[in-house]
T-cell receptor, first 114, second 112 residues
Framework: NAGVTQTPKFRVLKTGQSMTLLCAQDMNHEYMYWYRQDPGMGLRLIHYSVGEGTTAKGEVPDGYNVSRLKKQNFLLGLESAAPSQTSVYFC?????????????FGPGTRLTVT | KQEVTQIPAALSVPEGENLVLNCSFTDSAIYNLQWFRQDPGKGLTSLLLIQSSQREQTSGRLNASLDKSSGRSTLYIAASQPGDSATYLCAVKVDSNYQLIWGAGTKLIIKP
């Protein structure tokens, strides 16, 4: 049981390049989330999904797109990277999203945009 | 708009001491509050989850309390150890959506 995994662990992009971050979970969770973490700030929700084929915007969705074609995978795309997207990106999943529901996190992807 | 604050941003204490980390939030309409631990370069590990109807949760040397009326939660760590050194974050799940609102964390250093 690997839990939540993220690929890649590190990436350096030049401004304007595109990339996709992959999140996979093997816990059969319905809900998945993408967060970014910047120094001195709490995590901020980018996009989330409440089930296969569904996605929704979070607090800071601009510049990102997501897809949930399979229940176990949640992809985060940057179409045209900007230096402001330099951050650590975390994926998380949870079973049902209710009051007693815990979120389980991946190890993170450190992205630098130059 | 819900805001979550953690003070202090950093804390250094000698090994063996009992300590309290603080988390405050501005809106009492929450589903739950979670405490997480983050080790450098690693993901977040959930420590304790307190539902809005609960007052506290315990796990080993950790005890978390929740006072919705005052908008406060505390994480009590008993008999601290160097292995407890990490950043501790709290997050609240707000009504009507699935979003967690996060504090910026308290970086804890336990000195041997």
């Amino acid at each position: 049981n690997a839990g939540v995994t993220q690929t890649p662990k590190f990436r350096v992009l030049k401004t304007g390049q595109s990339m996709t971050l992959l999140c996979a979970q093997d816990m059969n969770h319905e809900y998945m989330y993408w967060y970014r973490q910047d120094p001195g700030m709490g995590l901020r929700l980018i996009h989330y999904s409440v089930g296969e084929g569904t996605t929704a915007k979070g607090e800071v969705p601009d510049g990102y797109n997501v897809s949930r074609l399979k229940k176990q995978n949640f992809l985060l795309g940057l179409e045209s990277a900007a230096p402001s997207q330099t951050s650590v990106y975390f994926c998380a999943s949870s079973y049902f999203g209710g009051a007693g529901d815990e979120q389980y996190f991946g190890p993170g992807t450190r992205l630098t945009v130059t | 708009k819900q805001e979550v604050t953690q003070i202090p941003a950093a804390l250094s204490v000698p090994e063996g001491e009992n300590l309290v980390l603080n988390c405050s939030f501005t809106d009492s309409a929450i589903y739950n509050l979670q405490w997480f631990r983050q080790d450098p370069g690693k993901g977040l590990t959930s420590l304790l989850l307190i539902q809005s109807s609960q007052r506290e949760q315990t796990s080993g040397r950790l005890n978390a309390s929740l006072d919705k009326s005052s908008g406060r939660s505390t994480l009590y760590i008993a008999a601290s150890q160097p292995g407890d050194s990490a950043t501790y974050l709290c997050a609240v799940k707000v009504d009507s959506n699935y979003q967690l609102i996060w504090g910026a964390g308290t970086k804890l250093i336990i000195k041997p």
